[in-house]
C-alpha cells in the first residue's frame, strides 16, 4: 500500500477526490498543496492569507470558499485571487484606504486597463495545470484555523470530494458548458457599450496622466540644473509628427524648387525659339530686298 503524501517542500499535501462524469470510470485523486503565505514583498493581506498550489483545473472561487467553511469547517474567505488571471484587486484600493486618495499615475491606470473586456463568453474559466491561488481569510486566526482543519483531514485520512454539495452553484462543464457559451457569443448592446465606453474612458484618464506628467518633466530640471528633454512639446505636437510634417514640407520645397527649375528652362527655351524667328524674319526680309533690287535693274527687251 502506498504511504499517503503528508507534506512536500514545506506544503501540506491535502487529498481531495475528483468525481469521474462517467460511470464507467473511477474517481481520481488530487493533491491540492498549501501554507502560509509568505511573500517576499510581504502586505497587510499576507499575514492572514493562504499559498495553494496545484488547484484542479476547474477551481472556481465557490470551490474554495466551500472547500474551507464548509468541508473543512474552519475559516471564512474574504477573498480569492488566481494566478492565472492577476491580481482581482482593483488599482485604487491601496489608494482608498488612506484619508486623501492621491492622484493615479499614467502607469497605475493603464496597469487598471486589463479590468474593462469584452463580457465573458464561458461562464467559468479552466485553470492552468498546476495552476495557484491565494486565499485571504478575514484575519490571522482564521486562517490558523484553517491550517489546523486541513492537517487534521490529512491525519485523520477525511475523504473530502471536490464541488460535493455545491453542484447548482457552479456552471456546468462539458458539452453544456460549450451550449451555454454559443449562446453568450452575441452580448446585449448595452454590456458592449459599458465595456467599450469603461475602457474608453480609462484610456483617456491615461493619456491626460501622461500628459500631465510630461508636462511636469518638462518644467522640473534635474542635479546639473538641465531640464530633460521628453516625447512631446507644448503644443502637443509629438516629436515624431513634428519630422513628418518637416519632411513634407521639405519634399514639397523640392518639388516646387524642380518645378521652378522645369519653369526656367521653358521660359530660356520660348525666349530663344522668339530669337530664332526673329533672326529668320530678319533673313527673310533681307532676301526680299535684294530681290527688288535685282528686279529694278532688270529691263525688257
Known amino acids: ?71 473543512l ?15 482581482n484587486r482593483p488599482v485604487i484600493a491601496a489608494e482608498s ?7 493615479m499615475t499614467a502607469d497605475e ?34 486562517m490558523e484555523l484553517t491550517l489546523k482543519a486541513a492537517k487534521k483531514a490529512v491525519r485523520t485520512g477525511q475523504n473530502i470530494v471536490w464541488g460535493e454539495g455545491i453542484e447548482n452553484k457552479i456552471p456546468a462543464l ?20 459599458r465595456s467599450v465606453d469603461g475602457y ?3 484610456y483617456a484618464q491615461m493619456e491626460e496622466a501622461r500628459a500631465q506628467e510630461n508636462a511636469h518633466k518638462r518644467q522640473m530640471p534635474d542635479e546639473d540644473g538641465f531640464v ?12 515624431e509628427d513634428a519630422k513628418d510634417l518637416g519632411d513634407k514640407q521639405k519634399a514639397k520645397d523640392q518639388s516646387r524648387s524642380l518645378e521652378d ?7 530660356q527655351k520660348r525666349k530663344e525659339e522668339q530669337q530664332q524667328l526673329l533672326k529668320d524674319f530678319e533673313n527673310d526680309k533681307r532676301k526680299v530686298e535684294e530681290m527688288r533690287r535685282r528686279r529694278g535693274k532688270l529691263r525688257p527687251d
Open 174 to 193: 462539458g458539452l453544456r458548458r460549450y451550449e451555454r457559451a454559443n449562446q453568450m457569443r452575441y452580448p446585449s448592446r448595452r454590456e458592449l457599450l
Open 228 to 239: 530633460t528633454v521628453v516625447r512631446g512639446s507644448k503644443g502637443g505636437v509629438r516629436t
Open 200 to 202: 474608453m474612458t480609462a
Open 97 to 103: 484606504r488612506g484619508r486623501k486618495r492621491k492622484r
Open 109 to 142: 491606470i493603464e496597469a487598471g486597463l486589463d479590468q474593462h473586456h469584452l463580457p465573458n463568453v464561458y461562464e467559468q474559466d479552466l485553470r492552468q495545470t498546476g495552476a495557484t491561488a491565494i486565499v485571504v481569510l478575514v484575519d490571522r486566526p482564521s
Open 1 to 71: 500500500m502506498v504511504k499517503a503524501l503528508k507534506e512536500v517542500a514545506g506544503f501540506l499535501a491535502l487529498p481531495v477526490t475528483l468525481r469521474s462524469s462517467l460511470a464507467t470510470s473511477e474517481d481520481a485523486k488530487h493533491y491540492l498543496y498549501l501554507k502560509p503565505h509568505d511573500p517576499k514583498a510581504a502586505d497587510e493581506d499576507a499575514a492572514r492569507s493562504l499559498f495553494l498550489v496545484n488547484i484542479p483545473v476547474t477551481t472556481t472561487d465557490a470551490h474554495l470558499r466551500h472547500l474551507f467553511a464548509t468541508q
Open 73 to 87: 469547517a474552519a475559516g471564512r474567505v474574504e477573498q480569492v485571487h488566481f494566478s492565472d488571471q492577476g491580481s
Open 261 to 267: 527649375f522645369y519653369r526656367f528652362q521653358m521660359r
